[in-house]
Structure formats: structure tokens, C-alpha cells
């Protein structure tokens, strides 16, 4: 039970990596450092997140990324150059997690935590270039605010019931993806509605202004 437990915080926090890796490790590391949540015998390997300069890093990415992803197509640029970085960053946090396990072990949960993290960024980043079809900035401020406040409550659920935020994670990114067709449908009516618009020939009875 107490190695489903630690692959539950792995999984959970590779999870929440993939949404937003810097706030995921800021949050935590602040959490670790002010002692606002005492880490179980299991999790002390995690203590590392509360040193100072792991902090202020990665509470700087997550300023740079705070203005970035409210910022339409700044936001899924962003999103491509993190499509590596979220699930590395994912893996080596559940690997983290795990302290000094069997190699064999450590192996399967960074591919199982890699392949979370991705799944993750993949909904994300959908999500986001569905919502820049849209030219209003408005939907991408809350997306964002939203996404934040969802690694917040990601990681006090991670901390009160490891098992309960694995399966609400991997539920919420199944959903997602039993929508995803829908989404893409849409987007490329969308675009397909937009280049047709670009394509028709000016209207030649319309005075010059």
C-alpha cells in the first residue's frame, strides 16, 4: 500500500507537471520549505525542492510563463517549446519521488510518469489552439488562471489523498480526449471557414474608401 501511495504522488505530480511544470515545482518547493506540509518518512527525497535557488528558478520561469500563456498563439508557442521540457521535467520529479528504488522500478515509473506528463501538455496545448481561433484574449486569461488554480488544488488533493488525485487526473485527461475529436473538428472548420473567406476574390462594386 505504501508503494501505491508514493506512485500515486509520482504519477499526481507528473501530472500536474505537464499542466504547468515551473508552478508545480515552485508551489511545492514553498510548501516544503516554509513547512506549511510535513513530508511523510517515504517522501523526504521531495526535501530537495525546498532548496532556495530550486525555488527562485523555478519561480521565475513561472513569472516568464504567468504572461506568456495569456497571450494568444504566445501561448502555444510556448506550449511547442515545452513539449519535451514537460514530460522530462514530469519524469525526473517522479523519479524524485521514488528516492533510491530498483533500477527496473525507476525505469518503468519515469516512462510511466513521461507518458503522463505528455498526455497532460497534449490537453493543454490542444485546448489552448482551439481557443486561439478565437482573436478575443479574454478566454486564454481564464484558461490560464484556471489551469493555475487547478495545479494548486492538484497539489493539496496530491497531499491529503495520493490515490484519490491519480484517478481524478487520469479521468479528467480521458474525458479530454473523448472530446478531442470534437475539438479538432472544430478547429478545422474554423480554419477551413477562414481560408475560404481569404480565397474569395474581391468585391470590385465596393468604392475604394
Known sequence: MARLD???VALGLAALAGVNLYLTVFATGLAIHFHWITLAPQYQSLEVLGNPWI???????????????KIPWVD???????TVI????????AIQVLGHPSPAFTVI???????TSLLAHTAKAATRLATNT????LTNIGLSLGEDAAVL???????????????IFLVA?????????????????????????????????????
Do not use: C
Open 134 to 137: 478565437s482573436p478575443e484574449p
Open 55 to 69: 525555488i527562485g528558478i523555478a519561480g521565475a520561469l513561472y513569472l516568464l510563463e504567468f504572461f506568456a500563456d
Open 86 to 93: 514537460r514530460p522530462i521535467g514530469g519524469a525526473l520529479l
Open 6 to 8: 508514493v506512485l500515486s
Open 76 to 82: 502555444s508557442i510556448w506550449d511547442a517549446v515545452h
Open 173 to 209: 485527461i480521458g474525458v479530454f480526449f473523448y472530446f478531442a475529436r470534437r475539438i479538432l473538428r472544430s478547429m478545422k472548420n474554423k480554419i477551413g471557414g477562414a481560408r475560404k473567406k481569404l480565397d474569395q476574390p474581391a468585391d470590385r462594386n465596393v468604392p475604394v474608401q
Open 109 to 115: 515509473v519515469a516512462l510511466l510518469a513521461g507518458g
Open 153 to 167: 488544488g492538484g497539489l493539496t488533493l496530491v497531499n491529503l489523498s495520493p490515490l484519490l488525485a491519480l484517478v
